[in-house]
């Protein structure tokens, strides 16, 4: 597929808003075939009904990712739809504000669940058919938090989806299938909506994501400003424990 969007099937993950929502119309734009996936039927509907309105190829699959038997279906929709899954966006993800000693067990469970337990699962169900075809796609949205350690169960999962798709790519060397990150700083979304900073807009990390199927490559830091943050969290640590706000 190196070079081109156009007919390929895409699940995106999280579509119904932000960053997975942008992406859904970049890839649109492409050509690709989508099918998406989040929580809010109503949205994706919505979306489909955009995309195929101007002869583009859509699909609507409501899915909790943090229930196992949902993204077992989403898998064999996809299927039944296209016949095939080229590429996965691992972009469904949640924030986890509170300060530790304040969160609730079933918090902490779900923000893995969504954040880390689902992109695992999801790929290793779409990877059998793709090393078959020799021919796949996994990117992953991780974040900044993934390098820069932040709130400890938001980065606990970011580092952790970081890990598992890097090494998942070196593992998939030389099998026709790749795995990428994207790693976004802050950006204009929902998620974002209490902060008052100046923020990109999703389009940005959309833009990555479709580059990212296009030529894989390992990882894809947006804004690239943010290599600052992470060159200072490997070199002098101690300097980031002084800056971050503390949330006890
Ligand atoms: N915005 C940022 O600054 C930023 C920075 C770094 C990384 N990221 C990452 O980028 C990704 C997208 O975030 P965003 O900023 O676009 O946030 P967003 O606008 O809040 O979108 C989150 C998406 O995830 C979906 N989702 C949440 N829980 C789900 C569940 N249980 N099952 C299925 N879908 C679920 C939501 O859909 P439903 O509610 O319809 O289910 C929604 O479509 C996340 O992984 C986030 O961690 C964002």
Do not use: C
């Not at 038997?69 to 899954?85: F, K, N, P």
């Not at 204009?188 to 923020?199: E, N, Q």
């Amino acid at each position: 597929m190196a070079g081109k969007i156009a007919g390929e099937v895409v699940i995106v993950t999280g579509a119904s808003s932000g960053i997975g929502a942008a992406t859904v119309q970049e890839l649109a734009k492409r050509g690709a075939r989508l099918v998406l996936a989040a929580r809010r039927a109503d949205e994706l509907t919505q979306m489909v009904e955009g995309i195929t309105g101007n002869g583009g190829e859509a699909l609507a699959v409501p899915t909790d990712v943090s229930d196992q038997a949902q993204l077992a279906q989403l898998v064999e929709r996809a299927q039944a739809a296209y016949g095939r899954i080229d590429a996965l966006v691992n972009n469904a993800g949640i924030g986890s504000g509170k300060a530790l000693a304040q969160a609730d067990i079933a918090t902490i469970q779900r923000t893995l669940d969504v954040n880390l337990v689902a992109p695992i699962l999801l790929t290793r169900l779409v990877l059998p058919g793709m090393l078959e075809r020799k021919h796949g796609r996994i990117i992953s949205v991780a974040s900044v938090a993934a390098h820069v350690a932040t709130e400890p169960m938001y980065s606990a999962t970011k580092f952790g989806v970081r890990g598992f798709t890097v090494s998942l790519n070196r593992q998939l060397r030389g099998s026709g299938v790749t795995a990428s990150v994207v790693s976004p700083g802050y950006i204009r979304t929902p998620l974002t909506a209490g902060r008052t900073m100046r923020m990109p807009g999703p389009e940005i990390i959309a833009r990555a994501i479709a580059s990212l199927i296009e030529r894989p490559r390992r990882e894809v830091i947006a804004p690239g400003y943010y290599r600052l943050p992470i060159w200072a969290e490997e070199i002098v640590p101690w300097l980031l424990d002084r800056a971050l706000p503390r949330n006890r």
